[in-house]
């Protein structure tokens, strides 16, 4: 980038916009697993649920995920792992798992451009179908902008804490 382009573009992120051109996304290797899990235990910090499992436990649970049809997907900005894309792709629809973007990369159309990048260039014309965890009103306000309505409500029981079953 010359001169004129790199003040452009800080000028632009000052002003909440990405150089969306810095931004990738790219399909997820084994050697990110352990990546992966981190991020998602920032996921599950920022939507609030449970904090229970270790780091081996979230290993684990990734790869679980990956061998069982669930595909990831690492959002990078130059060098930088900035966020992921947890999915499966179902008959009718492509279900959202899990969705991350650093907090220093959030509100500058990352998550936009990610999303944007999953339903023009992967899943062209395919219904996307996600779960928001309640009490996430930013959470469900960025889903409600990139034009998703509430479709059904989801209640769930347990006997007892089951650390398996966070996102």
Known sequence: MGPHTIAAAERAVRRGFP???AVRVRPASKVDVPIL???NRELIATEG???SLTSGQLVTRMRAFLE???EAHMIESGDDLIGYL???RDVDHVFV???YVAAGQRRAGVGRYAFRWLTE???PGTRVVLQVRTGSEQVLRFWEALGFE???TALEWSPAPDDAQVR
């Open 49 to 51: 649920g449970p904090a």
């Open 37 to 39: 899990a981190a991020m």
């Open 68 to 70: 069982s049809g669930y």
């Open 150 to 152: 509430v479709s059904f």
């Open 19 to 21: 150089v969306i051109d």
């Open 121 to 123: 260039k992967l899943c």
């Open 86 to 88: 947890l999915f499966r």
């Open 97 to 99: 798992r899990q969705f």
